[in-house]
């Protein structure tokens, strides 16, 4: 009935819409990106952990303008639809310009290919997350629920990659190109904010003000001023980038090795790319209502523990079906961490500069890690083999987890955003 209810809600509609279409017009490749990179290009770890170092400081430069930008723009949607139209060009940018380039010169091609894939996805994203985010408070639903839906469109892009690369790599690249030119389309035309029956029945009057209130430079630099978010980037760095690093350049690799041919194995992970992000829309849709049982702080910490065996446990599972049931904990670890981490910000910092607050610390700090640790952690794997890999990086991330338990803040304490409504857990 809830769900029901909130599809009621236009606006609710919109910020799911805008979810499905931008994590769908991603996922169709970016699932298969690494497995591009090293079965059709021919990269060494070293050479694919590069070009991820390369796309997250471009990504790194433009996070905290980006986030700059959308906090003065409050709810508007100029900055989403100049990204967009950038993703609209994917498919031509691959085909006719980064193959080539990456030919030509491997590091002029990576470092061209890291600014586009920065400008339109890697520093998008954390954008259009941040941007329903604010919708969600305003506008009176979960953003969580909303978030579910990029998940869905991520589970459902991952399971047709799967076939589609087999057949043409670059029909993956197409098809993201269509879509994002349909989300381009949704962003210009549907617009339910200009209805006024729409503000009146759902709009929060409190969180308007809010937003009506334009922070100020002053504001958004102070950021850097806070000791506790420094603290927050610390912990990221060393617990998210290690899950993005595994996930994305080292498990899409691993994972096809288990079976006969390498179409057999990339089959496969496409159908587990697919269920593993499908549970994850289960549990964005649940976290939120876990979260006011248990808090924000517990949440995270959980998130920290799931990493830990999820990651560890595919260094010690020797078969196929073994590391495929171990990595469906992916769905509940990214839904607390992500949920939990955006709403530690807003619960306990000025709300008006939330979405720079998810840049700084927790982007930002996810891809300082990333050019620090990628290059590295890829030549590890070259040295020693994925499975011992994956037990250093657990190792690193249960250290990250013990310095999370001393350094976060309860949910009660210095709460200077939109407090915690928690539930009672009934016996």
């Given at each position: 009935m809830k769900l029901l209810q909130a599809f009621g809600n236009p606006f609710y509609r919109m910020g799911s819409l805008q979810m499905l279409l931008f994590f769908a017009g991603w996922g169709i490749w970016w699932s298969f990106f690494q497995i591009w990179l090293t079965t059709k290009q021919g990269f060494s770890g070293a050479q694919v952990g590069t070009i991820f170092s390369f796309g997250s400081a471009a990504a790194l430069m433009l996070m905290f303008v980006y986030g700059s930008i959308q906090d003065k723009l409050g709810m508007k949607r100029n900055l989403l639809i100049a990204l967009i139209a950038c993703q609209v060009?994917?498919?031509?940018?691959?085909?006719?310009?980064?193959?080539?380039?990456?030919?030509?010169?491997?590091?002029?091609?990576?470092?061209?290919?890291?600014?586009?894939?920065?400008?339109?996805?890697?520093?998008?994203?954390?954008?259009?997350?941040?941007?329903?985010?604010?919708?969600?408070?305003?506008?009176?639903?979960?953003?969580?629920?909303?978030?579910?839906?990029?998940?869905?469109?991520?589970?459902?892009?991952a399971l047709a990659a799967g076939f589609l690369f087999t057949i043409s790599p670059y029909l993956v690249f197409w098809t993201g190109s269509a879509v994002s030119a349909v989300l381009l389309a949704l962003l210009l035309f549907m617009k339910p904010e200009k209805d006024e029956g729409n503000l009146a029945r759902y709009e929060d009057k409190e969180e308007s003000l809010k937003d009506s209130k334009t922070p100020s430079m002053k504001d958004i630099l102070g950021v850097f001023k806070i000791g506790d978010v420094w603290k927050i980037i610390g912990f990221v760095i060393m617990s998210w980038t290690f899950y993005t690093v595994f996930d994305q350049q080292m498990f899409p690799e691993f994972f096809p090795r288990f079976f006969d041919t390498p179409e057999q194995g990339q089959q496969a992970y496409g159908v587990l790319n697919s269920i593993e992000v499908f549970l994850e829309f289960l549990m964005m849709g649940l976290v939120p209502v876990f979260m006011r049982k248990i808090g924000v702080r517990k949440a995270i910490l959980l998130s920290c523990a799931i990493m830990v065996v999820r990651i560890g446990g595919c260094g010690l599972a020797s078969s196929p079906l073994g590391v495929g049931i171990i990595k469906l904990l992916h769905a509940p670890e990214t839904a607390l961490f992500i949920l939990a981490i955006f709403r530690y910000f807003t619960l306990h910092f000025d709300t008006r500069i939330s979405a720079t607050l998810y840049m700084v610390g927790f982007q930002i700090a996810a891809q300082v890690g990333q050019i620090i640790f990628s290059a590295p952690l890829g030549a590890l794997h070259d040295q020693i083999g994925y499975q011992q890999t994956f037990l250093v990086i657990s190792g690193i991330v249960c250290v990250a987890s013990l310095y999370a338990f001393f350094i976060l803040r309860k949910d009660e304490e210095c709460v200077e955003g939109q407090p915690l409504e928690m539930e009672p857990v009934t016996e």
């Open positions: 060009f994917l498919a031509p940018f691959f085909t006719w310009v980064y193959v080539p380039m990456l030919e030509a010169n491997f590091y002029v091609g990576a470092v061209v290919g890291a600014i586009y894939l920065a400008v339109s996805y890697l520093a998008a994203c954390p954008v259009f997350e941040a941007v329903t985010e604010r919708m969600s408070r305003r506008f009176h639903f979960e953003f969580g629920q909303a978030r579910a839906w990029g998940s869905f469109g991520y589970a459902i892009s």
